[in-house]
């Protein structure tokens, strides 16, 4: 599901490059030549946020809109005709996972009583180590068939959330987090799918040019005004979903927003729980 916007941990950490020396270039320059091959998204139309529910046209007081960029979970299917982006949780597991992941325990943060550890705003996911490349090889094991299975569905690109956990919690280890997301990028790029940075406004320069990633979701930078970080970086590559309730605490309206320096051009307002057009409480805007 969707993540709440975390606030910057401020943008100078972005210049602090993980240590990895020439191994580190080197796995960035190869990222950069497999990016040649993706299609990126388009940066006009209608994008819409679909992680709660899938559905085939927005609902807007135009009536019901076709869309050209969504994004969905990657148990849905893609949208015929539209850029289709596929969520996978590559830093937390997925709600309704636990007993796959409790089964391999070494895979899963620990607290000082030896429990997983989880995301005090989301209870039913485990936090993910990937602190040692074995724990890495193990989470890929489970996780590089989900990005693999975006690809044979038809899906154009991938989302990896939660990259900012080790911005979060203090156990994981930031350069394993940052070798886990160019694990990602790798297995993306060879099943030929673009890959999204997913928030962690702080290493927008970082995740671009040394870890892969090829343009960026980002979710409230309006509201904790960190749009800029992403739009310097990743230019007009860029999906901005905000959310009517961080708007209201802000005291700023959506078209506020709209207006703001550095708002991508595909900019939605979607409900928090992210409901199928229809339902209860659905939220739909665009710039």
């Given at each position: 599901m969707?993540?709440m916007?975390?606030p910057?941990?401020?943008?100078?950490r972005?210049?602090v490059?993980?240590?990895?020396?020439?191994a580190l270039?080197?796995t960035?320059c190869?990222g950069?030549?497999?990016s040649?091959?993706?299609?990126l998204?388009?940066?006009?139309?209608?994008?819409?946020?679909q992680?709660g529910?899938a559905y085939?046209?927005?609902?807007?007081g135009?009536?019901e809109?076709a869309i050209d960029v969504?994004v969905?979970?990657?148990?849905?299917?893609?949208l015929e005709?539209?850029?289709?982006?596929?969520?996978?949780?590559g830093?937390?597991?997925?709600?309704?996972?636990?007993?796959q992941w409790l089964?391999?325990p070494?895979l899963l943060?620990?607290?000082?009583a030896?429990?997983?550890?989880?995301d005090?705003?989301?209870p039913?996911?485990?936090i993910l180590d990937?602190?040692?490349a074995?724990?890495r090889e193990?989470?890929l094991?489970?996780l590089?068939?989900?990005?693999a299975?975006c690809a044979?569905?038809?899906f154009?690109a991938v989302?990896i959330d939660?990259?900012?956990?080790?911005?979060?919690?203090?156990?994981v280890?930031e350069?394993g987090?940052h070798?886990?997301a160019r694990?990602?990028?790798?297995v993306?790029?060879?099943?030929g799918?673009a890959?999204?940075?997913?928030?962690?406004?702080?290493?927008?320069?970082v995740?671009?040019?040394?870890?892969?990633?090829?343009f960026a979701?980002?979710e409230?930078?309006?509201?904790?005004?960190e749009?800029?970080a992403y739009?310097?970086v990743?230019?007009e590559y860029?999906?901005?979903?905000?959310?009517p309730d961080?708007?209201?605490e802000a005291?700023?309206t959506?078209a506020?927003?709209?207006?703001m320096?550095?708002?991508?051009?595909?900019?939605?307002l979607?409900?928090?729980d992210?409901v199928?057009?229809?339902?209860?409480?659905y939220?739909?805007e665009?710039?």
């Amino acid at each position: 599901m969707a993540r709440m916007g975390h606030p910057s941990a401020g943008l100078a950490r972005a210049s602090v490059v993980v240590g990895a020396g020439v191994a580190l270039m080197l796995t960035a320059c190869a990222g950069e030549a497999d990016s040649e091959q993706v299609e990126l998204p388009p940066t006009e139309g209608v994008l819409d946020y679909q992680l709660g529910g899938a559905y085939d046209a927005v609902s807007s007081g135009a009536g019901e809109v076709a869309i050209d960029v969504v994004v969905r979970d990657a148990t849905a299917e893609p949208l015929e005709g539209a850029y289709s982006v596929c969520y996978v949780n590559g830093f937390q597991t997925q709600p309704g996972e636990a007993e796959q992941w409790l089964a391999t325990p070494e895979l899963l943060l620990r607290d000082q009583a030896g429990e997983p550890v989880v995301d005090p705003d989301w209870p039913d996911e485990f936090i993910l180590d990937p602190s040692t490349a074995a724990q890495r090889e193990g989470i890929l094991d489970l996780l590089s068939p989900v990005i693999a299975g975006c690809a044979e569905a038809g899906f154009d690109a991938v989302e990896i959330d939660n990259l900012d956990t080790w911005t979060r919690f203090g156990e994981v280890s930031e350069d394993g987090a940052h070798a886990l997301a160019r694990a990602y990028v790798e297995v993306a790029h060879e099943h030929g799918l673009a890959i999204a940075q997913k928030n962690a406004a702080e290493v927008t320069q970082v995740a671009q040019e040394h870890l892969g990633f090829d343009f960026a979701v980002a979710e409230e930078c309006g509201v904790w005004g960190e749009c800029a970080a992403y739009s310097d970086v990743y230019g007009e590559y860029v999906l901005q979903v905000e959310y009517p309730d961080a708007l209201d605490e802000a005291g700023l309206t959506f078209a506020e927003v709209c207006a703001m320096p550095g708002t991508a051009p595909l900019t939605v307002l979607r409900d928090r729980d992210l409901v199928a057009a229809g339902e209860p409480g659905y939220v739909y805007e665009s710039c």
